[in-house]
């Protein structure tokens, strides 16, 4: 028995389309699972081609995940397309860099409503399926930012806190009904996310000192965790804010 066989299994990836999420939908793929692909823009289609190329189906659900009434269409057409949903990856999330005091209340409410709003929402609709079918995996993107502070990014801040609550509180609701509900919490990684951090020699070296691991993370190095959160081998997991952080929360 392969413990971390995904085949038969169908997959929602937010941001799918490109850095962390695209590299997790890809490692997904790769494990056996069929990849209903959310993005805002629906302009990258590479994930797309690699995962239809390896045989495995795909599907692009073009959708802006900060708007509510966005949401059940995400489950609806998955439903339709893939006939049911047997993982969830919450990974679509923005940041905005200022400092508390001149931080505009339209970047809070933007950070809030697709970090943490659209996280508990897509994992309540999501669930409702899960629940009626007693199986389900939903693994939640949070961030070093769960556990610590910051600079300049109150509103992420918040919202990563926040993606831990919310795992950890359906987490006790759910274990026993057949669904993991845990986290990935990536360390820094090269993505658009933090082209600003490299882009900033003082920030990226204050950043580089401290990742014992001594580099930057890839996206790819979240496909591991990410399929072992998907699968079996992680069936009594439940709960756990997974940190994939080349060490940074040790040191
Ligand atoms: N990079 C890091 O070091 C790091 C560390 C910790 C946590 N994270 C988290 O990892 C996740 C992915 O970030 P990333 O580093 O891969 O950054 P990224 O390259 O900027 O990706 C952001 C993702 O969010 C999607 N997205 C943005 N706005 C959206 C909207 N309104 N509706 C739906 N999807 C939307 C984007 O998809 P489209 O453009 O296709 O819509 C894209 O896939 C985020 O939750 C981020 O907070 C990143």
């Given at each position: 028995m392969n413990l971390f066989d995904l085949q038969g299994k169908t997959a929602i990836v937010t941001g799918g389309a490109k850095g962390l999420g695209g590299a997790i939908a890809?490692?997904?793929?790769?494990?056996?699972?069929?990849?209903?692909?959310?993005?805002?823009?629906?302009?990258?289609?590479?994930?797309y081609d690699q995962i239809t190329a390896m045989g495995r189906k795909a599907h692009i659900i073009v959708a802006d995940l900060?708007?509510?009434?966005?949401?059940?269409?995400?489950?609806?057409?998955?439903?339709?397309?893939?006939?049911?949903i047997d993982i969830l990856v919450n990974n679509s999330g923005i940041i905005r860099r200022t400092p508390a005091a001149d931080h505009a209340a339209q970047d809070?409410?933007?950070?809030?409503?697709?970090?943490?709003?659209?996280?508990?929402?897509?994992?309540?609709?999501?669930?409702?399926?899960?629940?009626?079918?007693?199986?389900?995996?939903?693994?939640?993107?949070?961030?070093?930012?769960t556990f610590q502070g910051?600079?300049?990014?109150?509103?992420?801040?918040?919202?990563k806190h926040g993606v831990a609550g919310i795992t950890k509180a359906l987490a006790n609701e759910w274990a026993g009904k057949g669904i993991n509900v845990n986290a990935i919490a990536p360390g820094y990684m090269e993505t658009d996310n933090t082209a600003a951090l490299r882009a900033d020699a003082d920030r990226n070296s204050q950043i580089m000192v401290r990742i014992p691991a001594g580099r930057w993370g890839?996206?790819?190095?979240?496909?591991g965790p990410a399929v072992f959160l998907a699968s079996k081998a992680s069936d009594y997991m439940s709960g756990e804010v997974l940190c994939v952080d080349g060490g940074w929360m040790t040191r």
């Open positions: 890809i490692g997904l793929a790769k494990a056996g699972a069929d990849i209903a692909i959310v993005t805002s823009s629906g302009k990258n289609r590479a994930v900060s708007k509510e009434e966005n949401l059940p269409k995400v489950v609806s057409e998955t439903l339709s397309v893939f006939g049911k809070w409410h933007d950070v809030i409503d697709l970090n943490m709003n659209s996280v508990f929402f897509l994992c309540q609709l999501v669930g409702r399926e899960m629940l009626k079918q007693g199986s389900g995996k939903i693994i939640n993107i949070a961030s070093m930012l910051g600079i300049n990014v109150p509103g992420y801040t918040a919202s890839t996206p790819e190095d979240l496909q």
